[in-house]
C-alpha cells in the first residue's frame, strides 16, 4: 500500500518493487477524485487539462460537489482573485453553503450523486459563456466522469478540467501507477492486482507493507490471521501499533523529490534539515531491495527521476 503522502519518485519506486521485484500487482493507495477516468475520458484530446494559471484566468468557472474554501483552499484563492481581478462568472454546485456562493452567478444546493443533473439544468447559461473550467469532487466517479466530459464537449466552447483530489501527492500517485489496474503514465496493467479493500478482506493474504498510510484506523484489521505486518510511517499509526515491523520514515521536509499538484503540476522539494533514527522513504525501499538481491536500478531521486 502506497500513499499520496510520499514523492513521486518513492512512489514509482514502489510500484516498481512490487511489480517487478515482489512479482506482485497487488498495489493501491488511498484514492478521492477519479483523475484515471478524466484522463482515459480525454483520450485522444489536448490542451483539455486545466493548470493553475487557467483558475486565476478563466472567463467561466463551475465548482462541483466541493467545498473550495475547505478542501483546496489555494485553488479557492485563485478563483476568488479572478473574479476580484477578470470579473469571472462563477457557478456553484454543492451539497451545503461554500464561500463561492458570495459572488457566484448562480448556486445550486445537490445531494452526492445528483450533480450531474443540476449541471445539465445550467446548459443555456453555460453555452453562452466564451469558455469554461470545471471543477469537480469525488463524487464524480467512473462513468460519470464520462458523462460529464460528454456534457462539457457538448456545450460548443472551450472546456478544460480539473479532477479534485486530496492530500500533498494523490495526482502523483495515480500518474506513477500506485494503482493495481495502471501503471506509470496511465498505461493498462498486464495484471490487475487487488484494491486496499480487496487485500484487507482477503482471508490468504500473508505479508502487507504499508507506506505512509493508515489501512487498519478506526478499528479496522485485515480479515486474514497472523498477517506479517510492515510499516513505514512518520508517526505511531493505528496501523504501525500493531506492525511486526515499523520502520520510521522521513518528513517531506527532510527529502529530496517532487511531488504533483491537483492541477498535475510537478513541485521540487528539497531537505532542510537531516536527522537522525529516519530515513527518506526511498531509501528504506532502496535498502531493502538491496538486501533482497533485487536489481531495480538506482534508489535515488534524480536516477529514479531520469528512469
Not at 143 to 163: D, M, R
Request: net charge negative.
Amino acid at each position: 500500500i502506497g500513499s499520496n503522502r510520499i514523492t513521486n519518485e518513492e512512489n514509482y519506486f514502489l510500484q516498481k518493487f512490487a511489480r517487478q521485484g515482489l512479482r506482485t500487482a497487488n498495489i493501491d493507495h488511498v484514492r478521492t477524485g477519479d483523475v484515471a477516468s478524466l484522463v482515459s475520458a480525454l483520450s485522444g484530446k489536448t490542451g483539455k487539462l486545466a493548470t493553475m494559471a487557467d483558475v486565476y484566468s478563466a472567463k467561466a468557472a463551475v465548482v462541483i460537489g466541493s467545498d473550495l474554501a475547505q478542501q483546496h483552499p489555494l485553488l479557492a484563492y485563485e478563483l476568488r482573485r479572478n473574479w476580484r481581478h477578470h470579473n469571472a462568472r462563477v457557478y456553484a454546485i454543492t451539497r451545503g453553503p461554500v464561500r463561492e456562493d458570495k459572488y457566484a452567478v448562480s448556486t445550486t444546493r445537490v445531494e452526492p450523486g445528483h450533480e450531474l443533473g443540476a449541471l445539465a439544468a445550467l446548459r443555456d447559461q453555460l453555452s453562452k459563456e466564451s469558455e469554461l473550467l470545471i471543477l469537480f469532487g469525488d463524487s464524480i466517479q467512473g462513468e460519470k466522469v464520462n458523462e460529464l466530459v460528454a456534457f462539457g464537449e457538448s456545450l460548443g466552447i472551450p472546456v478544460k478540467y480539473i479532477a479534485l483530489v486530496d492530500y500533498q501527492n494523490s495526482r502523483g500517485a495515480v500518474d506513477l501507477g500506485v494503482t493495481p489496474d495502471l501503471e506509470p503514465g496511465y498505461r493498462v496493467a498486464a495484471q490487475r492486482g487487488q484494491t486496499i479493500a480487496e487485500m484487507m478482506a482477503n482471508p490468504d493474504l500473508a505479508a502487507l507493507w504499508v507506506v505512509g498510510e493508515d489501512p487498519c484506523a478506526g478499528g479496522r484489521r485485515p480479515a486474514a490471521e497472523n498477517v506479517f505486518l510492515v510499516v513505514q510511517d512518520l508517526f505511531l499509526t493505528e496501523t504501525a501499533a500493531h506492525a511486526d515491523v515499523v520502520l520510521p520514515s522521513s518528513s517531506a521536509y527532510e527529502k529530496k523529490g517532487t511531488v504533483t499538484n491537483v492541477t498535475g503540476e510537478v513541485q521540487r522539494l528539497t531537505a532542510a534539515v537531516r536527522t537522525m533514527g529516519t530515513k527518506p522513504d526511498l531509501e528504506i525501499m532502496g535498502l531493502i531491495a538491496k538486501e533482497m538481491g533485487l536489481n531495480l536500478g538506482i534508489w535515488t531521486p534524480d536516477a529514479v527521476l531520469e528512469e
